[in-house]
Nanobody, 115 residues
Framework: QVQLVESGGDLVQPGGSLRLSCAAS????????MGWFREAPGKQRDVVAT???????RYADSVKGRFTISRDNAENTVYLQMNNLKSEDTAVYYC?????????WGQGTRVTVSS
């Protein structure tokens, strides 16, 4: 089974930027959907940004215009570029891939936005 490993989480000041990476151990070119979710302290896991197999991207309203999801098929990697970070973006970010009827999750990477 394909494993997902996130990286790039860090402590950053408000207004700063981070790029998260999700490296898959195998090909994800057949995935129906992939994307990023986040789980803030005391809250449920919510969608941040997703790719559909057809290439459609969707973003949570709270991150539109600030976050960009992208992928590198050759490297089996999904990225999340996060700009103008706010304190409310503080969360553990999880990579997600839906492939062959299975939801795959990474272990998460922590993003803390604080001055």
């Amino acid at each position: 089974q394909v494993q997902l490993v996130e990286s790039g989480g860090d402590l950053v000041q408000p207004g700063g930027s981070l790029r998260l990476s999700c490296a898959a151990s195998g090909s994800i070119s057949s995935a129906n959907n992939m994307g990023w979710f986040r789980e803030a302290p005391g809250k449920q896991r919510d969608v941040v940004a997703t790719f559909s197999r057809g290439g459609t991207t969707r973003y949570a309203d709270s991150v539109k215009g600030r976050f960009t999801i992208s992928r590198d098929n050759a490297e089996n990697t999904v990225y999340l570029q996060m700009n103008n970070l706010k304190s409310e973006d503080t969360a553990v970010y999880y990579c997600w891939v839906y492939m062959y009827g299975t939801n795959l999750w990474g272990q998460g990477t922590r993003v803390t936005v604080s001055s």
